[in-house]
């Protein structure tokens, strides 16, 4: 190679030969740890889906009971634990894992004044309290999921974006049967019965999204998606 100012020989490039296996190498590091960032978030996301099942047989079991406020919390905790493990490797999750702490923090002076909660003036504020941390805690995490499929498998992450929006929809009509009681009584109790309704095929939807979340992370190959 010539040195077009001077006329003089200059320095050799490398071979495009090289270039290029240099490139595959960044290529398939690259790949790499993406691999292992998905494998360990499919194995936690796994180890939160089991707590999601416990949580279920649990509910129905201690139903109406002191002890049902102490295991809901502990399992709210247990969950935040989680998804601040997983922020390890997806920043997404640390925000999902303060919130749902703080909601179970914050569930536990909740659940010594609820016997106070008769009185509409209290129980409003409340209700409306409650109902904006559980969005809020719906938000993040589902924001989370949706961060952590990204590259991986993009309509299941689509599908994260319509439960959040859904999430938080229901959190919003929540707070509406107790706002009808006083005026609307029968209204309000069909209102809370399709609330209800809603929230158990929202929270089917939900655990099914999470395992084939878990799944799809757990099975990342190298240089997929």
Known sequence: MTDRR????????????????RLEHLAREQAEVQRRRARFLGKWLHALLWVEIAAIPLGLLLRDSVLEEAVSVLLFLVRGALFLKMADQEDA???????????????????LLSPLLVYPA??????????ALSAVCAHFECRAHQEALLGVDQRLSALWEKIRKCSIALSALAVLPALLMGAAVRLGLSLLLAVALAGVALSIVRLACLCLTARALSSREPGAG
Not at 6 to 21: K, M, R, S, T
Not at 122 to 131: D, I, K, M, Q, R
């Open 6 to 21: 001077y006329g003089a020989p200059g320095p050799a490039g490398p071979p495009p030969e090289a270039g290029d296996l």
């Open 93 to 111: 999750y640390l925000p999902a894992g303060a919130w749902t702490i703080a909601y179970a923090v914050l569930s536990v002076p909740a659940g």
């Open 122 to 131: 209290l129980a409003v504020p409340a209700l409306l309290a409650a109902a």
